[in-house]
């Protein structure tokens, strides 16, 4: 029932150019999900989200990127100097990260591309200005946009663009919701393959078989134990070995009932609430997200909605997923540990590189579920 | 062994004067509770007018800066650093952020004369962000001291070749704000017209620091950078102070008196380094080598010119210094307008933040740099500790190469002196000397 989700993780490549030859469009590569992807659809245009491939050589990006850089950014780099985005069309980043910047002006540089563009997304989520201010960006990227494909964007166009991306919100929603369940009818893996999936093809299409995926899913029983309950935080997550092995590959039964990062629920927990002036309306939905914590300042927004699902998700246990050189969540990960534990939730903290090291992660994840397990009994 | 025509140096006659304002302003900042004054603290490139209009007795510790000062004292240093670590504060995280946490958390605080005191306790923080970690160094300190109220100012936006209006707007609706926030949790009143005093010093201080920078041009150069260093702390910490804005006049000064007289930097001057961010702080003395043995003086830097300081660009793409507005043309219009007309001015093309929000156009005024300041090979510090400085690094290698500028690159941490391997660091700069043809100086 998933292998379409699994298929479009597996060929995002190969998807993306059948989709430009059937369709005769544009393909547009981002880097991170503060891109208004509704704009983009509006545009008639195909977002993909620019994805590392896990190769254990990305030697070929150490004349652009300083080493203490994420392994995120780099394998994103890495994937362009290799030629492996050569069809994409455009390039654009709505401001982030440091080192999503270095990877977006690096390509720039170095990868031949028809269109890019850099959008100075506030980094005050919560200041005064910020909505006039982003929407005053939105105006500045849809012209930037107009002038590339040589036609206007209209409101109806937006309206589109905002059903396209709200619906697929929704829909993956409303998937989250049965893995509250107990025994949840959706494994870990699926659910990071139908989110994954919808960063790399057409939502329009991907929609369809959400809603498919989403009538069977009241009657679906999997065959396999629960076990312990796990929720995964981190930052950037497209490691789906990783989470296979939680669930398939340990000698204790775990299931990833819910996740924090951007391959998760911070990339569709909210929609762009209609209102007649349509950037507005979809700068707030990306203003007032939940999130990423290079955003989320003075005030912590982050911390109570991960207190929230972990409540709701009947979480019994925190995996803190930390990418190496991610300044911004490192910074989180001494008052979340802090605060996790003053709420009594088991944390156990490991940290990713390019590659992860499956075997060891394996051998410290089953005493980390055999502690949970005996705490149980 | 080549000889050199020796070139006649001198101390810097404002030297003293910058060691005693910079030990009064730690004392100041650390005093000021006794009589009723303000602490704040928060990052550089902060709007020291804006804060200052709360009254003179508000002092802003500018945390870099003092953080970099603990990095040069490596032993304190590293109990800073071990105390987050045993927190469980990554190791990778940026070195100031780590010095400074870490003084909280072993309650001390260092003077540049070595006194330790105990760790002074802000009233506030207001804190500009633009890069990944400031606005959340500022959260965790907050949190870490009990509970400090904090405002952060987002000036991640649109700037220099790209501003716009709504920059504009942007950064003054919330400057609007700020000053609201520090009213309500001060209860004071913000003072135009102490602010309109104190944005002029700024803005001399910023004109003054361009005007010494660029008489750096002269061979032989009058200053060299671990001279610099000490001055442009002035520029991050408190350009708003009329001592501040009288020393940079006086170093402007000393700078044309020296070029007119040919007074260097250095004894010896056969090649001219430009360089790009903070080095290790704990490990200066690698400068020193490169000058004593080879006649190699960093002349130029982004960093020391850049930081804190604002600058123009000629038609030609020259570094040009800014030129003040009339103090009756800045103070004309209300608090708004003069508010807009402040933060066009920190906007500008050539500023601090361009590394963080325009790289490619940083890049771009690096190579410019270089040429302008005539310098024939650069070194570039792989900063193991601040990732925002290391943001393009490689591409400026890149790109300075292709300008036929040779480049040194070697890894260092500007907060962490365990990251750094000093004798690794001095035999690659030998053989780096040696590549380009740089001969050791005779003994004679």
């Not at chain 2, 260097?264 to 430009?274: D, F, H, P, Q, V």
């Not at chain 2, 930081?307 to 507005?325: C, H, I, L, Q, T």
Request: with cysteine.
């Amino acid at each position: 029932m998933t292998e379409k989700f699994q298929q479009w993780a597996d060929n995002r490549h190969d998807y993306a150019r059948e989709w430009k030859k059937k369709n005769g469009g544009k393909v547009v590569g981002y880097f991170c999900t503060y891109m208004p992807e509704e704009i983009l659809y509006a545009a008639d245009l195909l977002p993909v989200r620019i994805f590392g491939s896990h190769e254990p050589d990305i030697s070929i990006v150490e004349p652009h990127i300083f080493g203490m850089y994420c392994p995120v950014c780099r394998g994103c780099l890495a994937e362009g100097l290799k030629g492996r985005y050569e069809y994409l069309n455009g390039i654009v980043l709505a401001q982030s990260c440091m080192h999503m910047r270095q990877a977006f002006w690096s390509w720039e540089m170095h990868i031949p591309i028809e269109y890019s563009h850099y959008m100075w997304m506030p980094h005050g989520i919560q200041v005064k200005g910020r909505y006039e201010y982003f929407r005053s960006e939105l105006v500045l990227f849809k012209e930037s946009l107009e002038k590339w494909i040589g036609k206007k964007i209209s409101d109806d166009d937006l309206d589109r663009g905002i059903d396209i991306c709200n619906t697929n919100c929704r829909l993956l929603r409303q998937i989250y919701e049965f893995r509250k369940q107990d025994n949840p009818p959706v494994t870990g893996e699926e659910a990071m393959e139908a989110v994954l999936s919808s960063q790399t093809c057409d939502k329009k299409e991907h929609n369809k078989v959400l809603k498919g995926f989403l009538k069977k899913l009241p009657n679906r029983k999997l065959d396999r134990d629960q076990g312990t309950r796990l929720m995964i935080i981190g930052s950037e997550d497209d490691d789906r070995e990783f989470t296979k092995m939680i669930e398939q590959g340990l000698s204790l039964p775990a299931t990833l009932v819910i996740e924090e990062h951007c391959v998760g629920t911070r990339y569709f927990w909210n929609d762009v609430v209609p209102e007649k002036d349509r950037l507005m309306a979809i700068g707030r939905r990306y203003l007032d997200r939940i999130p990423c914590p290079s955003k989320d300042w003075p005030e912590r927004l982050r911390f109570p909605h991960i207190l929230n699902l972990i409540k709701e998700y009947k979480v019994e246990g925190v995996i803190l997923m930390q990418q190496k050189f991610c300044d911004p969540h490192e910074t989180d990960i001494p008052p979340l540990t802090k605060l996790l534990k003053e709420n009594g939730i088991p944390t156990y903290f490991v940290e990713l590189d390019t590659t992860v090291a499956l075997g060891q992660f394996r051998t410290r994840l089953e005493a980390f579920l055999e502690t949970l397990t005996m705490e149980l009994l | 062994m080549e000889e050199l025509q020796r070139i006649t140096v001198e101390p810097l006659k404002t030297w003293k004067k910058a060691k005693e304002l910079r030990q009064k302003i730690y004392e100041n900042y650390v005093k000021t509770k006794e009589t009723g004054g303000l602490r704040i603290a928060g990052m550089t490139i902060h709007p020291a007018a804006l804060i200052q209009a709360f009254g003179r007795d508000v002092v802003f510790l500018g945390s870099e800066p003092y953080c970099a000062g603990v990095a040069n004292w490596t032993e304190f240093a590293i109990q800073c650093q071990e105390a987050c670590e045993k927190r469980g504060v990554a190791r990778d995280l940026c070195g100031y952020m780590k010095n400074y946490w870490g003084g909280i958390l072993i309650d001390k605080f260092m003077f540049p004369n070595h006194k330790i005191v105990p760790w002074p306790k802000p009233d506030l923080f207001f804190n500009d962000h633009f890069c990944c970690s400031h606005g959340k160094w500022y959260q965790y300190a907050a949190e870490l001291e009990g509970g400090v109220p904090h405002f952060g100012i987002d000036i991640s936006y649109r700037q220099g070749r790209n501003l716009t209006e709504d920059s504009i707007d942007y950064v003054v609706t919330q400057a609007t704000d700020g000053i609201e926030w520090i009213e309500k949790h001060t209860g004071r009143k913000f003072d135009d017209e102490l602010f309109i005093e104190y944005a002029m010093n700024e803005f001399n201080t910023n004109a003054f620091w361009a005007q010494a920078y660029l008489l750096n041009q002269a061979v032989p150069a009058p200053m060299e950078e671990k001279s610099f260093y000490s001055y442009f702390f002035f520029n991050m910490t408190s350009p708003q102070l009329k001592e501040v804005t009288d020393l940079f006049r006086e170093l402007r000064d000393e700078l044309q008196d020296r070029v007119n007289r040919g007074i260097g930097a250095i004894g010896m001057e056969k090649l001219r380094i430009l360089t790009d961010g903070p080095p290790t702080w704990a490990m200066l003395n690698i400068l020193r080598f490169a000058e004593r043995e080879y006649g190699a003086v960093i002349v130029a830097s982004f960093y020391t010119s850049h930081w804190g300081a604002s600058w123009d660009m000629d038609e030609s793409g020259n570094f040009v210094a800014p030129k003040p507005p009339k103090k009756e043309d800045f103070a004309s219009g209300s608090r708004e307008d003069r508010l807009r007309k402040y933060f066009r001015w920190k906007s500008r093309r050539s500023s601090s933040a361009a590394p963080f929000i325009d790289n490619p156009d940083k890049l771009d005024m690096t190579v410019k740099m270089a040429k302008q300041w005539k310098c024939g090979a650069a070194f570039l510090h792989l900063n193991r500790g601040c990732e925002g400085v290391s943001l393009g690094i490689m591409e400026n290698k890149y790109l300075l190469q292709r300008a036929g500028i040779p480049v040194l690159t070697y890894e260092g941490n500007m907060g962490d002196a365990r990251d750094f391997d000093v004798s690794g660091t001095i035999t690659k700069i030998r053989l780096f000397f040696e590549n380009i043809g740089l001969k050791k100086l005779s003994k004679n």
